[in-house]
């Protein structure tokens, strides 16, 4: 795998760079027309749910205050590990036409080069621009099985591990427990200052038996090893600013020297730890970090780290 980051630097409709990671995370983008193609709708969420991938479809999504289509569509292609198409027909009149937001959407997909599958019913004809373009006919009868195999030829092309993600439940928080942690509260407006600096990143904050000690949680089984590199290395830095601003939030009055003093003790002794889905995920990730000093002490652990723990406890709970 190569372990640098691609990030979109151009922006398509000339915006300002928006630095999205392509196939940072373990989803399938499909396009599709939401009045011609309800029940391939149905199968695909299925089918992909029951792989650990996670379907996004536009307009299953909401972004009040933001732009849409930035939002919507071309980020969540960028970042998806592979995109569906389902490139079906609408009746206008007497006239059968392809549907312009698909097609839009699928000249995104191409452009950005995505592991693209391409569906369309049996009996209609694709637009003559990509009729040359490989697609999958299908009738109600084999389009699952169809879709199945696409599917799985997919995420072996386009990922180098297929474990289960982590259920954040009973094990997770046993693993926890087991490290002395539990979820923060935050109840105050310092934990939650301190929680809003990893949250954007996806970052969950942790607490010590103790409440002396902070740790950022990421639960990554869902991403490559790339992307969380590249999250890991945003967190510090984002910590290291934070750490930095104390003399000029005294001088503002925002903060006394005294909880200056205490906030600077409780950043320095803060943890990071991430969860990735396999070893071979945590060697990547363990490897890319050693020429790059985070300045925190940074814990990596897979699926099978914590299954081996929990075992150890007599695999009641594992």
Avoid at 72 to 96: P, R
Avoid at 99 to 119: A, C, D, Q
């Amino acid at each position: 795998m190569d372990n640098r980051l691609r990030r979109n630097e151009v922006c398509v409709i000339g915006l300002p760079r928006c630095d999205y990671v392509f196939a940072s995370t373990r989803s399938c983008f499909i396009a599709y027309g939401y009045d011609t193609s309800t029940l391939e709708m149905s199968i695909l969420h299925g089918l992909l749910e029951k792989r650990g991938i996670e379907p996004i479809e536009a307009g299953g999504l909401r972004t009040p205050g933001e732009n849409a289509f930035c939002v919507k569509i071309c980020s969540k292609i960028i970042t998806a590990q592979f995109c569906a198409v389902i490139l079906n027909n609408e009746m206008q009149g007497t006239l059968e036409l392809p549907n312009p937001n698909v097609n839009m959407e699928y000249g995104l997909m191409l452009g950005f080069n995505k592991y693209i599958i391409p569906f369309q019913r049996a009996e209609q004809k694709l637009p003559f621009n990509v009729a040359g373009l490989d697609t999958i006919k299908y009738t109600n009868a084999d389009f699952e099985s169809q879709a199945s195999f696409a599917i799985d030829q997919a995420i072996k092309t386009t990922t180098t591990s297929g474990t289960e993600p982590i259920v954040v439940g009973q094990k997770l928080n046993a693993f926890l427990l087991l490290h002395d942690a539990v979820l923060a509260r935050l109840d105050s407006e310092g934990d939650r200052a301190v929680f809003d600096l990893g949250s954007p990143l996806g970052f969950n904050l942790l607490a010590s038996f103790s409440g002396t000690e902070y740790v950022f949680l990421g639960n990554f089984t869902n991403l490559r090893p790339e992307a969380v590199i590249w999250r890991l290395k945003i967190l510090c830095r984002a910590i290291d600013a934070r750490r930095t601003s104390w003399a000029s939030r005294v001088k503002a009055g925002i903060l006394t020297q005294t909880q200056a003093d205490t906030a600077e003790e409780l950043f320095g002794r803060f943890h990071v730890w991430v969860i990735v889905t396999s070893l071979d995920d945590r060697q990547i990730v363990l490897e890319s970090l050693k020429g790059f000093k985070l300045g925190y002490e940074t814990n990596v652990y897979s699926l099978a780290d914590i299954d081996q723990e929990l075992q150890a406890l007599g695999g009641a709970l594992a």
